[in-house]
């Protein structure tokens, strides 16, 4: 295993640790128990279908290009820690993709100033990056988890547009969906 497939491991292991110990300090949902298990079976099957394809033995990067292999590791570092920013600014109202909260608030500030969902962005561009250093089979993770949190995305947009009815639609002109200036 290279140095660079074993730091990016270690940082899915410490991100994914961080994620479930912070979980713990979040308002309560609103929303069932069933929700919250049909969005973990859903990430346990993405996960078992990208270990069945060996994603995670590292196939090497496409090349052995050290530019790449750095690239690929900076844009995993900068993914991860916007998505943990934006973890850090939303406090106590995050929750499962499309959970509600109870005593939700509307965050607008740090990341959230220029994206609606820098998590999402973040999580999408840190597996762009494993993509890049590690195994190009990472893209079918950027498929498939992008087009869930694409998904997740409008439903919360419309959660925060009816709990919110005159403050979301302005912030919503505003900003952007998941990455700045573009979409």
Do not use: C
Request: charged residues 15%; without cysteine; glycine residues 8%.
């Amino acid at each position: 295993m290279k140095a660079i497939d074993l730091i990016i491991e270690v940082g899915w292991m410490i991100f994914w640790a961080y994620w479930l110990v912070m979980a713990a300090t979040a308002k309560a949902a609103q929303s069932g128990w069933a929700r919250f298990a049909r969005v973990w079976v859903g990430v346990i099957l993405v996960i078992l279908l990208l270990a069945r394809l060996r994603v995670f033995k590292g196939h090497g990067a496409a090349t052995g290009n050290p530019w790449l292999l750095g690239a690929g590791l900076a844009i995993f570092v900068l993914g991860l820690a916007l998505a943990v920013w934006a973890r850090v600014y939303l406090g106590r109202n995050w929750g499962m993709p499309m959970s509600q909260r109870a005593g939700h608030e509307l965050v607008t500030t740090g990341p959230y100033q220029r994206i609606r969902h820098p998590i999402y962005s973040g999580i999408i561009l840190a597996m762009v990056g494993t993509a890049i250093a590690v195994s190009p089979y990472w893209l079918n993770a950027v498929a498939i988890l992008g087009a869930y949190f694409f998904f997740s995305a409008v439903i919360e947009e419309r959660t925060m547009a009816r709990l919110f009815p005159a403050e979301y639609p302005p912030y919503k002109r505003a900003t952007k969906m998941l990455i700045p200036y573009i979409l």
